[in-house]
């Protein structure tokens, strides 16, 4: 099966999630490097996978949105992931993203963020979106603020760690 585009920029190809990817999915997120700020850190198994292609179609058919695959637009491979989810049933849109480590820190993650930014406000009338990280990592809260998310508040989590809460909010 073929997704149809929902965005490009200059490097990139954005579109809806697959069942071709799930091999994709899990080299992305089954690297515990990757993972190191996701979460537990735990990596996703082959079943977690299978269930998170189901929750982000359904996603599509409630809400027009969910977690997208994204495509090195020279070469068409896939190199990461990112979108627009509600995880636990949040009220709140958070803008989330996870990328193959061979694409890391080439400016895909800001420019991806960027162009989401602009479709989630022009398409689907988002004007609103946060996003979180482990305070320590340096690289996403870069990305984040490149981006025009700006930190609101260190969130103290029930086991005692912090979760940096950005904010992004449509001019």
Do not use: C
Request: no cysteine; glycine share 8%.
């Amino acid at each position: 099966m073929k997704a149809s585009t929902l965005f490009s920029t200059e490097n990139l190809i954005v579109r809806h999630w697959i069942s071709e990817d799930l091999p994709a999915i899990l080299k992305v997120y089954g690297d515990p490097d990757a993972m190191k700020w996701v979460g537990d850190g735990s990596v996703l198994t082959q079943t977690q996978a299978e269930k998170w292609l189901a929750v982000t179609a359904r996603n599509y058919e409630k809400r027009g949105y969910g977690m997208f695959t994204i495509l090195e637009k020279k070469s068409e491979q896939i190199i990461g992931f990112g979108g627009l989810v509600h995880p636990g049933e949040q009220v709140e849109v958070e803008v989330k993203y996870a990328y193959l480590r061979d694409f890391w820190g080439r400016g895909f993650a800001s420019e991806f963020i960027q162009a989401l930014l602009k479709y989630a406000k022009s398409k689907l009338s988002i004007t609103n979106i946060i996003a979180t990280t482990h305070p320590e990592n340096e690289a996403s809260k870069k990305v984040l603020t490149k981006s025009g998310f700006v930190l609101e508040k260190e969130v103290l989590n029930d086991d005692g760690t912090f979760t940096s809460l950005f904010r992004w909010t449509s001019e």
